[in-house]
């Protein structure tokens, strides 16, 4: 079964298009690597658009990432090149990320 994670991520309006950057420059690469080597199923990153308001100068973003198993979500969270990012963009965040992950239980 496969194991589904769900993070909000929350930076400052003038951060918004470093992590941008960052993110696109350091991990996409890493989740292309990932999904070519069949360790991800799928990923997204996807600015909030509608929904609940957020709060005012405040970016939100939806991360999405669909793993075979628990295995990979560890390797992919222990690799040296997202290790290394991840320290930037958590100087970067307005807010702690709200994180979610469990077994995919419905799928289409």
């Known amino acids: 079964m496969s194991q589904t994670s769900a993070i909000i991520l ?5 951060k918004a298009v470093e992590f941008e950057r960052l993110f696109k ?3 996409l690469p890493l ?3 990932f999904k070519s ?3 991800f199923l799928g990923a997204s990153l996807t600015p909030i658009q509608g ?11 939806i991360l999405h990432v669909e793993v075979p ?3 990979e979500h560890e390797q992919f969270d222990l690799h040296p090149q997202f290790t290394k990012f991840l320290a930037k963009a958590q100087a970067m965040q307005a807010e702690d990320p709200l ?3 469990g ?3 419905f799928q289409v």
């Open 37 to 39: 080597e069949g360790k």
């Open 69 to 71: 198993g628990m295995a």
């Open 99 to 101: 994180v979610w992950f």
């Open 10 to 14: 929350r930076f400052p309006e003038s």
């Open 103 to 105: 077994e995919t239980l």
């Open 31 to 33: 989740w292309r690597k």
């Open 25 to 27: 420059a350091e991990v």
């Open 51 to 61: 929904g609940m308001t957020p709060r005012k100068g405040v970016r939100h973003y």
